[in-house]
């Protein structure tokens, strides 16, 4: 298969850590003959520098002809940096929002994988822990609260706020598609998460998704009010596979989820819209602070290049190869500075490693 990736290495880390995905792409090519072509596209930072805007209509060109786009990360020390002297819609971040809104990027995946070999990061009992857990979070990414109309006015002499929350079944029709779709490639259970028993657009929500899970008879679905989820995601995350959510519950729920697992140094994500493209990316950002020390974890990037051959090529073989090499290497006990064991932990059989080495560990065992 012949596939064109834009890469959007970005600010800080973001060259150091696509360097490596694109490592362990390369070695998925050669092994299962693939032939993954690249094309830079500048966005953040570098681009303010190059052009003066943090993402030109060339770069949004190059993004849409692309079959999908692997980013690093933007942005720089928020407090230092000149690009935060700039206009709002100047700085890093807005070259993003525009890339989102360009690609109509309404769906964002974020799994959330607890490895047996990270446990100890995890802030949840062991007990709960178990031999683990593996959930994927679909959050609705262009509709609900955050979109809404909104306004701050006097209302009788007394301040008031108001934003809106609406949502159209079509709106809700793809992403719930997308989220079966997802299960469908994975232990094809959905729990929807609403507040149904409160809100008219949680109601249109659940009827909408009961009508599109009638097309995946294979799946499980049930629905579950956020405020129970809330508490489920930490008494007992293991019954979770896609949690298909709106915009703010799901904003709220994927960190909440991304919390119990540890590091975001291994956290990826993938905004996804339509069709088969996607933009594919770790949790985390720039991280400026250890940029240049060849010391930040590759993982999170990696696995959003494991995810971008699942959900943009279907390549699934390739993302299991890709997923098993990073559990292998952790199970040898590689680790970067930012997963290594906490004080009064064991370091036996423990190896640091930097970025590089990473990726070199991860492409070898593919
Ligand atoms: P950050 O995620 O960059 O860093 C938070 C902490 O996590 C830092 O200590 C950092 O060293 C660490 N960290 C992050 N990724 C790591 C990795 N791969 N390996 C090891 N350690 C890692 O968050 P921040 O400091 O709040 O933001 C820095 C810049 O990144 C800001 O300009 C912010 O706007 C931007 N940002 C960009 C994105 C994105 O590109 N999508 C997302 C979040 C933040």
Redesign the pocket.
Known sequence: MDCNIGVIS?D??GPE?VAEAKKVLDRVGSKYGHKFNYTEILM?GCSIDATGVPLTDEAIETALNSDAVL?G??????ATSPWYKLAPELR??AG?LKLRKALNLFANLRPAYLYEELAAACPLRADIIGDGFDMMIMRELTGGLYFGARETKEVDGVMTATDTLTYNEEEIRRIAKRGFDIAMKRRKKVTSVDKANVLDSSRLWRMVVEEVATDYPEVKYEHMLVDNCAMQLVKDPKQFDVILTENMFGDILSDEASMVTG???MLSSASLNDTKFGLY??????????AGKG????I?TILSAAMMLRYSFDLDKEADAIEAAVKQVLKEGYR???IMPQPGESIEGITQVGTAQMGDLIAERV
Not at 73 to 78: A, E, F, M, W
């Open positions: 970005g800080g880390i850590i953040g980013m990360s933007i942005g720089g020390n928020t890093p971040e993003l590091s975001i140094g990316e770790p949790s985390g950002g720039s991280a400026p602070d250890i010391i930040a974890n590759p999170a970067t500075i930012d």
